[in-house]
């Protein structure tokens, strides 16, 4: 186990920023932490770190409890701050040199990692630059290896791809999965769903400080009742027609907005054959039809009562 | 770790263009436009002789003791007049073109013809009147006493002088130097801006990139004097250079006691420093109102010690001294010219002391400050 968390608790002032949160992280996973804004990925992370007090819960990384002056543990942990951390008066080259030094004291070897940090972000051509005359997805591509070039075994990237190209965001998930591909033990916060179902083989859905679910995206998915979600977009649908599809065997539940009506279906058969039969049968006219299986908003969704991108 | 977080720390300093321009380009220009601004005081009080003539006729050459107390008087370095002899007509031509304050006609009595009243015709009239009196006086003399006579050409000019000036001092009375002392204390000063930065980049609630060296495998307080060290460095470099520019440009007298100009320049330099982070240690508020309390607190202490006007200086002295010695400013520009001006070191003493004070202060703040290595809140 590389990362154990136990009951944390993080209050400010009347807020619960974390509360009661438990979670472990095992050596190779990619864990995901996921919720919107403000449910307190951030804050777990820092206090995970020994930045921020908690007032109450453990911590323990690599099996010894964290402490600001665990010097020996921070040295194997890499981080990834949401804002931007690099020196505007630095060059590439120095910034990523000068946080490696404090991780690697050995001249040559912190040359060796720099350089290999430089290949693996993409910014060999930019290593005389600096920070103000980057771009935002070359920036946050340097702010990750300033993280990771002293090759760390765990890595902590906190949102790590906002304000970023889809480019640049591609680039940098598939970073991500190389690192973990290397050896190394990544927790990965965002408010994406997407990246999280896409890199993470475990995730944590966070939700007013609170962990409401942990698993992989399949067992997260198993939790609720929805199987499947088809979508048509149809003119004249009327509310007979909908009280009639909501009578349709496995529907869950129907809403018909903006010309579009969304049908959920449960556990068991599919029903996508079973509505297309309907709206034929119904000369119903419609112009796209598709079928997709639950994602993590429709978790979190069906979790909390809101969308995940509220 | 030392030598690798100094020399980046140097690096990112010396790069770092808005903060240079304030705490080296700023003073010297300042410096240079005081320069500007008092040598023109000093031009202002430099005598510069009096253009007259002397209508050169037969009583001019007649009255031969006039004549050469004219010359006397027009000879020289020190000379009090730039004397023309011409005609009566040249004189009134010079006079109408203003090129001479006015002209001497030698007749009984001697006249002096200007066309308007000022400093420089009153010198001149001055002049004629000393030398009647006295040539009057000498005239009287010989008529009653003849064989006095040469005493009392020896009693003209000879003047006895009864007090005698005795300097207690290295150097004269200056007080346009005060401004210029009190323009260093100020670029003292401003490496507060250093120090709030330096104090930004290690506090985990301030900024990201504290965040990260805070998350590394360093000490907190190690990281941050390694870091300030390079901070101080550049601090003090622009102090002494624009100490060198005063000297060596602007040709200002800083007294003999250079080793002691320097621990002044360095005592000034950790000040300043330790001022700036502590004050962006207890201001828990953005960077701009820390600007604006650091740059606002020092030209406050700069009004005090009489950088705008120095009497403001002596007034506070006389009527609250206290206030004199909580203001660091005031106690650096003492400093300064308490080498200058005294031959001995009380003084200069009193003001390190009370100094050394001032930083035990603010490294103490600052230290209960930032020695937490967890937050509340980042």
């Known amino acids: ?310 | 770790m030392f030598v690798h977080i100094f020399a980046y720390r140097l690096k990112c300093l010396m790069r770092d263009w808005e903060t240079i321009l304030w705490t080296m380009v700023f003073p010297l220009v300042l410096g240079t436009f005081f320069y500007m601004a008092f040598s023109n005081l000093y031009t202002n009080e430099i005598f510069n002789p009096i253009n007259i003539a002397v209508i050169n006729d037969e009583q001019y050459a007649k009255n031969k003791s006039f004549r050469e107390a004219l010359e006397e008087v027009s000879t020289g370095d020190e000379r009090l007049f730039n004397l023309s002899e011409t005609t009566i007509d040249e004189a009134n031509e010079l006079l109408n073109e203003n090129l001479i304050d006015g002209y001497i006609v030698v007749e009984m009595p001697i006249k002096l013809v200007v066309n308007n009243s000022g400093i420089n015709q009153s010198i001149v009239k001055s002049f004629i009147d000393n030398y009647i009196h006295a040539s009057s006086a000498v005239e009287t003399i010989l008529s009653i006493e003849p064989e006095q006579i040469q005493k009392i050409i020896d009693d003209i000019g000879n003047r006895e002088t009864y007090v005698s000036e005795k300097k207690s001092t290295g150097g004269e009375p200056n007080t346009i130097l005060l401004y210029f002392y009190t323009l260093i204390a100020m670029t003292c000063f401003y490496g507060g801006f250093f120090g709030m930065r330096e104090i930004n980049d290690i506090q985990a609630d301030i900024s990201s990139v504290a965040a990260r060296v805070n998350a590394a495998p360093v000490h907190k307080i190690k990281a941050f004097l390694f870091s300030a060290a390079a901070s101080v460095l550049i601090q003090l470099v622009e102090v002494l250079v624009l100490i060198s520019y005063l000297v060596f440009m602007l040709k200002l007298d800083f007294g003999s006691k250079t080793g002691f100009v320097l621990l002044t320049a360095f005592i000034g330099t950790i000040t300043g420093f330790s001022f700036g982070a502590f004050i962006s240690a207890v201001v828990k508020k953005s960077e701009g109102i820390k600007v604006a309390v650091i740059v606002g607190v020092t030209m406050i202490c700069c009004f005090f010690a009489g950088m705008m006007q120095h009497e403001i200086k002596y007034i506070i002295s006389r009527k609250a001294p206290v206030l004199s010695y909580v203001n660091p400013l005031n106690l650096l520009t003492d400093s300064f010219y308490s080498l200058y001006y005294y031959d001995t070191f009380s003084r200069y003493f009193k003001n390190i002391i009370l100094l050394t004070v001032f930083i035990a202060v603010f490294c103490s703040g600052t230290y209960l400050m930032i020695r937490r290595r967890k937050y509340a809140s980042i």
């Open chain 1, 1 to 310: 186990m590389i990362v154990r968390v136990k009951n944390l608790v993080k209050r400010y002032g009347d807020l619960v920023a974390l509360d009661h949160l438990s979670l472990t992280v095992n050596e190779g996973e990619i864990f995901g932490l996921l919720g919107p804004n403000g449910s307190g990925k951030t804050t777990a992370i820092n206090c995970i770190l020994s930045l921020l007090k908690y007032d109450k819960g453990e911590v323990e990384i690599f099996g010894r409890p964290m402490a600001p002056d665990a010097y020996d543990i921070k040295r194997d942990i890499g981080i990834v701050m949401q804002n931007v951390a690099v020196y505007n008066e630095l060059t590439v080259y120095g910034n990523i040199d000068y946080f490696c030094g404090l991780y690697i004291k050995d001249k040559n070897e912190r040359k060796r990692l720099v350089e290999e940090a430089i290949d693996f972000v993409g910014l060999r051509d930019f290593t005389k630059f600096y920070p103000k005359k980057l771009s935002g997805g070359l920036l946050r591509r340097l702010n990750i290896a300033c993280g990771i070039a002293h090759k760390p075994k765990l890595i902590i990237l906190d949102e790590p791809t906002v304000a970023v190209d889809p480019q640049s965001r591609n680039r940098i998930l598939e970073g991500i999965m190389e690192l973990n591909r290397q050896g190394a033990t990544v927790i990965y916060t965002s408010h994406y769903m997407e990246e999280v179902e896409r890199i993470c083989t475990r995730i944590m859905i966070l939700d007013k400080g609170r962990a409401i679910a942990t698993g992989t995206k399949d067992e997260l998915k198993a939790m609720i009742t929805m199987n499947e979600k088809i979508t048509v977009e149809s003119f004249g649908i009327t509310d007979e027609h909908i009280s009639e599809i909501r009578k349709l065997p496995n529907i869950i539940s129907v809403e018909y907005k903006d010309n579009l009506l969304v049908i959920k279906s449960g556990k068991g058969k599919n029903s996508f054959e079973t509505v297309l039969d309907f709206i034929r049968k119904n000369e119903i006219r419609f112009g796209k039809i598709y079928s997709e299986l639950p994602t993590l908003n429709d978790v979190f969704l069906e979790i909390t009562g809101k969308e995940l991108r509220d």
